[in-house]
Structures are given as structure tokens and as C-alpha cells.
């Protein structure tokens, strides 16, 4: 039999085009992270669970907490005026009244798990299930019990408003830059009181200092800086926290958040800018409360927020030993037009 010119018999043949190579392997990552999560579903033990009551386009909030009875009670007020109509929590074995405060809230439907949250991806296993079980369909909102989303026009148009905007826009997320917020003096000598809005002691961030790029195959921006930049990270700057997130999704069960909710599955999701302006919002991270020397003490000794977490001892030790975010150069938080003009978020086309 004849070979063909420059084939040898056992020459293998491509299955793919080269350009559709990335596609093919984000395809089957985002499977691969369906099923752990399915997997994973065995671990959770639901506590009180009130999902019949969401009714076609609520709008949901997901959030994994451990420990968060000073933060809650705020959060949960501030995203319920937003418009959030119900929340569906994962508490991983909380010891300080956490999952009391959810299941008493009428709007929550809470799970709880004593696992590793390092070992379920960051709990991301145990949200993935519970978005394929309630969040399909929906726009939801994904967050941290330390993050307050803001967005242009927030206290005047609510989030029902937002998502019937990206809706008609054509849109199916929307990004945040997370924006590290920290008090004028040392971390511990300003007391929180729960309940309160945290931004009153929280006063500050650094309006520059970041650095974007986009990670491919997924197309994901990359943002760092901020005050733990500075701080705790000058001299290895790329060991620094990622800050831009995709918080607020409309969304599907074949989803998948790849890393905490900084990118998703599948890649356009993380569209979140364009050759003009997007509208964007900010995530107000409120890590820097008093008692973080304490909290830092346990994540220390427990290991479970990184992946590499010995990298990140040092980082630990200097929230134990006491630090001061604050310089002169600091900016004192005035709202979201103040952030606009900074250019840290965007309206865009949302009026």
C-alpha cells in the first residue's frame, strides 16, 4: 500500500486544530470540577433548609462562613436592602454562634460541614453543589462574609434594577474589584461594634498601587496591590492576594467558579470588560476588623486558607505581632462616586 507524502505509518494524526486545544481542556476542567462538587455533596449535612420559599427570578446570595457572628448581622442587612431575597450559606463548623445567627434569619437556608474547607477547593465544592441544586437560573451574588458589594448608584437602585440592566445588556456577570479597606492607626486599637457599618472604623484604602493583566486560557483579569501588596508582600509582589473577582452571576448549572470567584466556567463569564467601559462595582473588604491578630493566630495554626500556606507564615506573624495598614498617603473612603473617580469602578452604561 501506497503512504501518503509525508505521513509515516504510525504518524498520528491531530484530533483537534491547535486553536481549539484550550477550549477542549477548559471543557473538560470545568466537568472535572462539576463532579468534585458532586462528590462532595456527601459532606454537607443540611441544618435548616427554607429553598421551597425562593420563588422564579429572586436573586440569591451563596456564602461559606466560619466564625462570622460579628460580621453577620451588618452583612446580611446590607445585602438584603440591596436586594438579595435569599440566602443559602455553608457554615464550616463555626464554635462562636454563626450558625444560630443564619438559621434564626427567615430569609436563609443554611447546610453545615466539619471537612476541610482547603480540600473542598476553598468550599467552592460544597457552593458548586448547592448553586447546581438552587442557583441555576437565578442571578447570584457570591460572596465572602467580609465583602460588602457596592456598585454604581447602589443605595438608590437595587440589585433587581442592576440585573434587569445586564439582562437587556446582554450580559451575564458583572466583576468587583475587591478594595481592602483598613482603619487610621493600628489594626487593633480601633474597636467594631457588630451591627454596625464596619466602614465607620474601616476608613481607608490605597486608591493606586494596582496592577492588571489578563490570564489566559481562561481570559480572567488579574489585579493586585493594595495595602497587603505594600505590606506584606514588597518583595515577592506576585505572591500578593488577587483583588478582581466575578461576584454576581446569572446563573446555570454547568457553571463553575475555577478560584474562589476571581474566574469562571465557562470563559466568557469572565468578560467583564471590553474595549470601552464596562460596569463594574467594588467589593469593601472588611478582613482588617479588631480581633484580626486573633483570627490570624488560628488560620496560622490551621493552614486551611492557601494553598501553599507555609508561604504565608510571615504574613500571619505580622497581623499577630500587630500592624498598621495606614500611611500618609492613604485615601479615606467617600462613597461609590469617589471610587468612580479614582477609577476604581465604573458605571458604564448604567444610569
Not at 505590606?231 to 506576585?238: C, G, L
Request: glycine residues 6%.
Amino acid at each position: 500500500m501506497a503512504r501518503r507524502a509525508g505521513l509515516t505509518a504510525n504518524a498520528p494524526r491531530p484530533l483537534l486544530p491547535p486553536d481549539l486545544w484550550p477550549a477542549y481542556r477548559l471543557r473538560w476542567m470545568r466537568r472535572r470540577l462539576l463532579l468534585r462538587a458532586l462528590r462532595k455533596r456527601r459532606q454537607l449535612t443540611p441544618v435548616i433548609d427554607r429553598t421551597d420559599a425562593i420563588q422564579p427570578g429572586a436573586i440569591l446570595m451563596f456564602l461559606c462562613v466560619r466564625n462570622e457572628a460579628v460580621r453577620l448581622p451588618f452583612f446580611l442587612q446590607h445585602h438584603r436592602a440591596l436586594g438579595v431575597d435569599h440566602v443559602i450559606a455553608v457554615d464550616n463548623g463555626s464554635t462562636d454562634g454563626t450558625a444560630q445567627i443564619l438559621a434564626d434569619a427567615p430569609d436563609v437556608s443554611v447546610w453545615r460541614t466539619d471537612a476541610s474547607y482547603r480540600l473542598s477547593r476553598f468550599g467552592l465544592d460544597w457552593i458548586t453543589w448547592l448553586m447546581i441544586q438552587h442557583g441555576h437560573g437565578h442571578w447570584c451574588l457570591t460572596l465572602d462574609a467580609d465583602e460588602l458589594f457596592v456598585y454604581p448608584n447602589w443605595q438608590t437602585r437595587p440589585l433587581p434594577a442592576l440585573t434587569d440592566w445586564l439582562d437587556r445588556s446582554g450580559r451575564a456577570s458583572m466583576g468587583a474589584l475587591m478594595l481592602d479597606m483598613y482603619p487610621e492607626g493600628a489594626l487593633e486599637d480601633v474597636p467594631y461594634i457588630a451591627g454596625t457599618d464596619p466602614t465607620q472604623v474601616l476608613t481607608h484604602f490605597d486608591a493606586g498601587n494596582y496592577v492588571i493583566q489578563r490570564q489566559q486560557p481562561m481570559g480572567n483579569l488579574w489585579v493586585q496591590g493594595g495595602p497587603r501588596a505594600r505590606k506584606f508582600f514588597a518583595a515577592e509582589p506576585r505572591r500578593a492576594p488577587t483583588l478582581q473577582k466575578v461576584p454576581l452571576v446569572r446563573w446555570n448549572r454547568r457553571y463553575v467558579y475555577v478560584n474562589s470567584t476571581h474566574a469562571a466556567l465557562p470563559r466568557h463569564l469572565n468578560d467583564i470588560y471590553d474595549d470601552g467601559e464596562c460596569l463594574t462595582g467594588a467589593l469593601l473588604h472588611t478582613k482588617f476588623l479588631d480581633g484580626i491578630a486573633e483570627r490570624s493566630a488560628e488560620e496560622l495554626k490551621r493552614r486551611e486558607h492557601f494553598a501553599n500556606a507555609a508561604l504565608y507564615d510571615d504574613y500571619y506573624r505580622q497581623l499577630i505581632d500587630g500592624a498598621t495598614l495606614h500611611t500618609s498617603r492613604s485615601t479615606r473612603y467617600r462613597g461609590w462616586r469617589h471610587l468612580e473617580a479614582l477609577g476604581l469602578i465604573s458605571r458604564g452604561g448604567w444610569l
